[in-house]
């Protein structure tokens, strides 16, 4: 069992920054593949952000690329995801989930292929 908890939501102005960190327990984090997804107010949990465990790979949704970058600290347990160039359309509350990776560069881009989620932070960008 892995437990996941988020911090680092807020309330921002666009053009802002935040960075959301995820604290993982449980199992060994390091054979962890690793993601952020967002679910904003009547609409879907979509994908934000991958890495693998080793943090050699890397995967971005079109619409963050080049403003979010996900990053990970093995020794700490924990992943990352810093938010530059905040729109307003990235208000949502950013989850991040886990799951046993097959390599070490393996990452995923799916709600289902992911075993373990955490309770969310809510991140607003104000216009």
């Known amino acids: 069992q892995v437990q996941l908890v988020e911090s680092g939501g807020g309330l921002v102005q666009a053009g802002g920054s935040l960075r959301l960190s995820c604290a993982a327990s449980g199992r060994t984090f390091s054979n962890y593949a690793m993601g952020w997804f967002r679910q904003a107010p009547g609409k879907e949990r979509e994908f934000v952000a991958a890495i693998s465990w080793s943090g050699s790979s890397t995967y971005y949704a079109d619409s963050v690329k080049g403003r979010f970058t996900i990053s990970r600290d093995n020794a700490k347990n924990t992943v990352y995801l810093l938010m530059n160039s905040l729109k307003p359309e990235d208000t949502a509350v950013y989850y991040c989930?886990?799951?046993?990776?097959?390599?070490?560069?393996?990452?995923?881009?799916?709600?289902?292929?992911?075993?373990?989620w955490g309770q969310g932070t809510q991140v607003t960008v104000s216009s």
């Open positions: 989930a886990a799951r046993p990776a097959a390599y070490s560069y393996s990452y995923y881009l799916s709600r289902s292929d992911y075993n373990y």
